[in-house]
């Protein structure tokens, strides 16, 4: 990491190394390093592991329990954790809906809800995409019927990552059909153990149960779940998105990710001589550093963008794009690097290399980020 680092800011990056090396259990450490599925109980370890030190929700301002960190802090906290092979905090309360309750949500979800996140006391997922509205998300048919007190809510949503491990989950509904497609959805939060809320495994191709179905038959939702205005939730949706963009990019795993090609192409010989010095894959090498560093300078701007509160603009679809592509192309010459040992039962590259093709199309497919940047950007 080529920064000229202040006094203070260095201070920090101890303090980081120190915490990361004394507070992080091998066990955990071990997993990632080695690509091992991570369970509900390790993502919780690591979860409480940050929240009792103060540091898991680092970029919420100090007023909600965040840790008032700077840019370059928040750098620096994500630099460490990658080389340090910690694992991923999960996204869905703290880097997503608890910004969407800081800026849209009223003053008793934040006291009821933001502390929940914090303690772990709610494990919570996205209800996003649809069988037929996925990065058309716009297109989301679950309705949400007003009844007195309670939404009325029916409708599918799929790709739900971690669902089986929720109790809570945000959501788009349509509660006006009428209306044209970005107007009247609304984001509501809703119990899973709310009677007629059904989740059923996804079983992806190398028999890993990342993914669900979730079904609403009839689930009443207290209409003080609803988040900002009714009919409004669009706006929730692209603030959160936003955010969820940023997050798909993956600075801190692509970090990791290239020390360990650096590592692997050094043990593996061809024609005499390490792969890494071999013209052609060193220059493939070469060319993926040099858009990681470029990329974490992109994230740098982001994050000191966003510093007061505000969310990224297209420089998240930007990240996204890139971050993956980043990400595909690392797995990809790992797994080149390796060769036939790529199929090892006991390795697990092959099954990186296979899980990141997806990266480029959920939270939204890269064609259509680049639709978004040249309608912001560009005005086209």
Request: hydrophobic share 40%.
């Amino acid at each position: 990491m080529d920064l000229n680092f202040t006094e203070t800011e260095l201070a920090f990056r101890t303090e980081v190394q120190q915490f990361l090396s004394s507070k992080v259990p091998t066990r955990l450490t071990d997993k990632v390093r080695n690509g091992i599925h991570l369970s509900k109980a390790d993502h919780e370890a690591w979860h409480a592991i940050l929240n009792e030190r103060g540091w898991l929700a680092n970029h919420w301002p100090r007023t909600h329990g965040g840790t008032g960190w700077s840019a370059i802090e928040k750098f620096i906290f994500e630099h460490e954790c990658a080389l340090a092979y910690t694992p991923r905090t999960v996204p869905f309360g703290v880097n997503m809906l608890g910004p969407v309750l800081i800026k849209y949500g009223t003053p008793a979800q934040q006291q009821h809800w933001l502390p929940r996140i914090l303690s772990g006391a709610d494990w919570w997922c996205q209800g996003y995409s649809e069988p037929g509205a996925g990065s058309d998300l716009a297109s989301v048919q679950t309705t949400a019927v007003r009844q007195g007190s309670h939404y009325i809510v029916n409708g599918q949503k799929t790709w739900t990552t971690m669902g089986q491990h929720a109790n809570m989950i945000f959501c788009l509904v349509r509660t006006n059909r009428e209306a044209k497609k970005q107007e009247g959805i609304s984001f509501i939060l809703i119990d899973m153990n709310t009677p007629g809320v059904v989740v059923r495994p996804i079983i992806t191709l190398d028999g890993a149960h990342e993914v669900n179905e979730v079904f609403f038959t009839d689930v009443q939702v207290p209409v003080e779940n609803l988040v900002g205005e009714e009919n409004k939730g669009w706006s929730c949706a692209k603030f959160l998105l936003t955010y969820e963009r940023t997050n798909i990019a993956g600075v801190g795993f692509s970090v990791a990710a290239m020390a360990r090609l650096k590592l692997v192409a050094s043990r593996v010989y061809k024609n005499g001589q390490p792969l890494s010095q071999d013209p052609l894959f060193a220059a493939r090498m070469a060319r993926v550093e040099i858009d990681l560093e470029n990329m974490k300078t992109t994230n740098l701007r982001v994050i000191a963008g966003v510093a007061g509160g505000g969310a990224p603009g297209a420089e998240s679809s930007m990240l996204k794009i890139k971050g993956t592509e980043i990400r595909q192309e690392l797995s990809a010459l790992t797994r080149r690097a390796m060769g036939p040992s790529a199929l090892s039962v006991d390795d697990t590259t092959a099954h990186q290399y296979f899980n990141n093709r997806k990266l480029s199309i959920y939270g939204g497919s890269n064609e259509i980020q680049k639709n978004i940047i040249a309608k912001m950007m560009l005005g086209l």
